[in-house]
């Protein structure tokens, strides 16, 4: 992994790859490109690889992900830099988003807290997220973060932090009587906070790429690193 990590330059993506999970990486022959797989969350016994991330230039990143295409299994996900040229199919257009300092501050961070009633973020996620990228009960998920008022989940968010020193935040979600109260922004901000005064030197999310709502909420709280990707399964003539 430092091997990794210094043809990256420390890339925040690169090391937030969940770190008991990373699997096998390579390099192109030029050392410009890199791919680097990450296991289940889970371990099956098995050691089952579940995605690709190869980032480089796009004249080398598409030779690099076929050429080590046969040593993957069938249908795992490869994420890409956008506009690279590499055929695939289910193509998800999203953003990386990372920030290294504290956000300003939010109206609403001193209602937020810890959250343990999972039942009750269950019920939140399902009204207003179903296509979320992570649920109670997630191995990935440390704890959840909530906000309420008169004892109602109004707002969540999962930590998942997978690696010393790279914060990372995933499915955030406000319920749908709360909007336009900033609730989001609060929430976020208040985990950024916890993340970085526990020891992390960077906070990380991703972000579907039509969501222009959410982009911009996070250049407001200081998420200064943005980088479009793509998700998908490459295509057997590719």
């Known amino acids: 992994m430092a091997d990794v990590l210094a043809l990256t330059g420390g890339d925040p993506l690169v ?5 008991g999970s990373r699997g096998p990486a390579w390099r192109s022959a030029s050392g410009r490109a890199v791919a680097l797989t990450g296991y289940d969350a889970v371990h099956d016994g098995q050691g089952r690889v579940r995605s690709l991330l190869a980032l480089g230039p796009p004249d080398e990143t598409p030779a690099l992900v076929l050429a080590v ?17 590499l055929a695939m199919a289910e193509p998800t257009g999203w953003h990386f988003r990372a920030a290294f300092g504290a956000p300003p501050p939010q109206p609403w961070e001193a209602a937020a807290g810890w959250e343990e009633d999972e039942e009750a973020i269950t019920e939140l996620l399902t009204l207003v997220s179903p296509a979320t990228s992570a649920w109670p009960g997630d191995a990935k998920v ?3 973060a909530g906000i309420r008022e008169d004892g109602r989940l109004l707002a969540c968010l999962a930590d998942t932090t997978a690696v010393a020193g790279v914060g990372h935040i995933s499915a955030i979600a406000v319920h749908t009587d709360a909007r336009g109260r900033a609730l989001g922004p609060s929430i976020t901000a208040w985990a950024m ?8 030197d960077v906070v990380t999310l991703g972000v579907y790429a039509d969501n222009a709502v ?18 998908g399964i490459v295509k057997e003539n590719a």
């Open 193 to 200: 906070r916890r993340m970085l005064a526990a020891g992390a």
């Open 15 to 19: 090391r937030g790859v969940r770190g």
């Open 69 to 85: 295409r046969d040593r993957l299994p069938d249908g795992i996900r490869v994420i890409v830099p956008r506009g690279t040229p």
């Open 214 to 231: 959410a982009l911009r909420m996070y250049d407001r709280l200081g998420f200064t690193v943005d980088r479009a990707m793509t998700s």
């Open 142 to 144: 440390r704890r959840w």
